[in-house]
């Protein structure tokens, strides 16, 4: 088969992470896949410095006319994000090229219910990342696959976490680690709350908060300043290598109101790491019933009541983690993943023979 992956996105985050995987995996099942991307994002140069041909654009009249021009060459087109199956539904119907769109988002999409369905229905194939992200399509009548989002273990690099412990003054802190983008949907401000309750009952905690800044960030920053937290929460921003900070956390913890499915929660589980999270999406999915501890969004209280749990609680925190760590080795693999799109396209292709 020959396939064109297209993401668009500037950053490197989860959908840019699983469109590599993906890529990856199809080269190595022996399949033509290749890539459109925006010119200059992390996800081109990344899958260029790993032999994948890519084709880089500027944006979505650069995509429309690569398209227009090398379309057809390919089996089947497949768009990783929104914005990607935003601008496929304008041209399937003039060059006929089969499309499989992955939807990765759990919150409600932009516009009304007749342009979502319109656009979603251009799709041959509408795949979602969780039952959470599958639900608003099937609640417009849609037929929907699932096939969740890998991940793959990643050791963490033993002189990086030397240089962590040092940098950040690591010892004899109870460390408690969260990856998210400091954006609203994220929500650090609760888990900033909740940490101002844990250094209550445990005074030498301090969460280390690896992510980008988003529209967020000042009022994330202002808390932590009001609450007195500067040595108890540290921004680190964008952080390539996770894993060294896994590789010190006691705890990993996700305050998100919305999560289709939560790869960062997922690292942390192949890590070992006892997980705190939101009972939203995707982590209701990956945690219930006995592999973390799930509470409801926004609610800072309760939060802070897991993680001290889980502090306090070592031995039977770190049997949860053990259990997690199976479950997700085996649910969310990258061979397990590619193999179900394989199929997925394949049944696609002769269905259309």
């Given at each position: 088969?020959?396939?064109?992956?297209?993401?668009?996105?500037?950053?490197?985050?989860?959908?840019?992470?699983?469109?590599?995987?993906?890529?990856?995996?199809?080269?190595?099942?022996?399949?033509?896949?290749?890539?459109?991307?925006?010119?200059?994002?992390?996800?081109?140069?990344?899958?260029?410095?790993?032999?994948?041909?890519?084709?880089?654009?500027?944006?979505?009249?650069?995509?429309?006319?690569?398209?227009?021009?090398?379309?057809?060459?390919?089996?089947?087109?497949?768009?990783?994000?929104?914005?990607?199956?935003?601008?496929?539904?304008?041209?399937?119907?003039?060059?006929?090229?089969?499309?499989?769109?992955?939807?990765?988002?759990?919150?409600?999409?932009?516009?009304?219910?007749?342009?979502?369905?319109?656009?979603?229905?251009?799709?041959?194939?509408l795949v979602a990342i969780s039952q959470a992200a599958a639900q608003a399509p099937r609640d417009l009548g849609l037929p929907v696959y699932v096939i969740p989002s890998a991940v793959e273990p990643v050791p963490p690099d033993p002189a990086r976490v030397e240089t962590l412990r040092a940098t950040f003054s690591l010892e004899g802190r109870r460390v408690v680690v969260t990856a998210a983008a400091l954006s609203p949907e994220k929500d650090p401000r609760t888990l900033i709350e909740a940490v101002a309750r844990v250094r209550e009952s445990v005074p030498d905690v301090l969460c280390v908060h690896c992510g980008a800044d988003g529209a967020a960030a000042a009022s994330a920053r202002e808390r932590v300043v009001a609450l007195g937290l500067r040595d108890h929460y540290r921004f680190v921003g964008f952080q390539p290598h996770v894993a060294d900070f896994l590789a010190v956390a006691e705890l990993y913890v996700s305050s998100s109101r919305h999560e289709a499915?939560?790869?960062?929660?997922?690292?942390?589980?192949?890590?070992?790491?006892?997980?705190?999270?939101?009972?939203?999406?995707?982590?209701?999915?990956?945690?219930?019933?006995?592999?973390?501890?799930?509470?409801?969004?926004?609610?800072?209280?309760?939060?802070?009541?897991?993680?001290?749990?889980?502090?306090?609680?070592?031995?039977?925190?770190?049997?949860?983690?053990?259990?997690?760590?199976?479950?997700?080795?085996?649910?969310?693999?990258?061979?397990?993943?590619v193999a179900s799109y394989q199929e997925l396209y394949a049944a696609l292709l002769r269905g259309r023979r």
């Open positions: 088969m020959r396939v064109l992956q297209i993401n668009l996105e500037r950053g490197w985050r989860g959908g840019e992470r699983q469109t590599l995987l993906t890529l990856q995996g199809l080269r190595a099942a022996g399949h033509e896949a290749e890539l459109l991307a925006r010119s200059g994002g992390a996800l081109g140069e990344r899958a260029a410095a790993s032999g994948i041909p890519v084709h880089a654009c500027q944006g979505a009249l650069g995509m429309s006319r690569f398209l227009l021009g090398a379309g057809r060459r390919y089996d089947l087109w497949h768009a990783q994000t929104a914005q990607a199956m935003s601008i496929l539904a304008a041209w399937r119907p003039l060059l006929g090229v089969p499309v499989v769109f992955t939807r990765r988002t759990a919150f409600a999409a932009r516009g009304g219910d007749r342009r979502r369905r319109w656009k979603w229905s251009r799709a041959d194939v499915l939560g790869t960062s929660v997922l690292d942390a589980c192949l890590a070992r790491v006892p997980v705190v999270a939101t009972d939203v999406g995707g982590h209701r999915e990956t945690l219930a019933p006995d592999r973390g501890l799930l509470v409801p969004a926004g609610d800072a209280a309760a939060l802070a009541r897991k993680m001290l749990w889980v502090l306090t609680h070592r031995d039977v925190a770190q049997a949860m983690a053990q259990r997690a760590q199976a479950y997700v080795a085996d649910a969310y693999s990258v061979p397990a993943m």
